[in-house]
């Protein structure tokens, strides 16, 4: 990627990692529109979110809430709280994630690894998605400690800046050459983050926004989702980051097709997660109808090797009616058709 920023070829912080994730061309057609990747499961942890993670801490300690031997709490459905946790550890800051089971047990996993305390809103086990619920108990625990902050993702403004340098390693890796920009809407740091900024670089691009059905941001029915740490859920506000005025065009893809979607971009060699198979999925059906020559340009906000107990696990797609060997069978034979094309 000519004129793309370049890091240090040694670093001293995990953090000096972040950014600087490549892009892959995944499809294209018979008219030269090609879908790109945005793999920004280069980044450490595996995921887009360190970016903003980062962002929110810097952001804290700026404006002298957070100070040496502080503590960060924070609610977290995985890939924020991983963030976090490499932030807390660099920093010398504690860490609190407030979690529920629908997370994905690596990401559980990792957080703990990596030195975090995990406080789980309930301890039935079940995979209810508790985002609310979550939010709450974070806010309450913040609430008048000293040299303690909630950094409260949803709501956090630095939570967007934290994206701006997506805006500009696209915009430098492309000489500027960006049709469609499409990407997953939870807290909508990422999308509306990423097209602000890209804003202030070019313009005549469509920014195009996916949340799972069942997710209200882009209206309803509400109902479970299995995606995790994207959408909007039942009972949860609509986070101040999601700037509407920045989206174009608002989608939803269910569950069954974004995890086909996972499962068949991984016969091609790539893993990627549930929400970004959502993103892959609407990209892919619309590539071939977009004018000829387009560069869309899609957001993969974490990969799959989060997902081994999941995704891409039989038995639990099976046990939860998410298996869907045609759904999987057509996405392959749009693979197979577009990437011949390239």
């Known amino acids: 990627m000519p004129g793309a920023p370049q890091r240090p070829a040694v670093?001293?912080?995990?953090?000096?990692?972040?950014?600087?994730?490549?892009?892959?061309?995944?499809?294209?057609?018979?008219?030269?529109?090609?879908?790109?990747?945005?793999?920004?499961?280069?980044?450490?942890t595996g995921t887009a979110k360190i970016r903003m993670a980062r962002a929110m801490v810097t952001a804290a300690e700026q404006a002298g809430e957070l100070g040496p031997g502080g503590r960060i709490i924070e609610s977290t459905s995985g890939n924020t709280g991983l963030g976090l946790a490499v932030i807390a550890a660099e920093r010398g800051y504690t860490f609190t994630a407030v979690v529920d089971h629908h997370a994905c047990a690596d990401k559980l996993r990792g957080m703990k690894a990596l030195g975090t305390e995990l406080v789980y809103v309930d301890e039935d086990g079940t995979e209810e998605l508790a985002t609310a619920a979550r939010e709450e108990l974070a806010e309450d625990m913040a609430r008048g400690q000293e040299n303690t902050v909630f950094t409260e993702q949803h709501n956090n403004p630095a939570n967007g800046v934290g994206y701006f340098p997506v805006a500009h390693e696209l915009h430098e890796a492309l000489d500027g050459r960006i049709d469609v920009l499409i990407g997953a809407v939870g807290t909508g740091g990422a999308l509306c983050g990423t097209s602000r900024e890209l804003n202030k670089l070019m313009s005549g691009f469509t920014v195009i926004g996916v949340e799972p059905k069942g997710s209200i941001a882009f209206g309803g029915p509400a109902h479970d989702y299995y995606q995790s740490g994207t959408g909007t859920p039942e009972g949860a506000e609509i986070g101040a980051l999601v700037d509407f005025a920045l989206i174009d065009e608002g989608v939803k893809v269910g569950d069954v097709e974004a995890f086909a979607t996972c499962r068949a971009v991984a016969r091609t060699g790539l893993l990627i997660g549930g929400s970004a198979g959502g993103v892959v999925h609407e990209a892919l059906t619309r590539l071939s109808s977009l004018p000829p020559g387009t560069t869309m340009v899609a957001l993969v906000n974490d990969g799959g090797e989060k997902y081994m107990d999941t995704v891409f696990d039989d038995d639990w797609m099976q046990a939860r009616d998410l298996l869907d060997p045609e759904a999987e069978r057509e996405i392959d034979e749009l693979l197979t058709k577009l990437r011949g094309n390239r």
């Open 11 to 44: 670093v001293s912080r995990v953090s000096d990692l972040i950014g600087c994730t490549p892009l892959l061309e995944l499809a294209r057609t018979e008219t030269g529109s090609r879908l790109l990747l945005k793999l920004e499961m280069f980044n450490p």
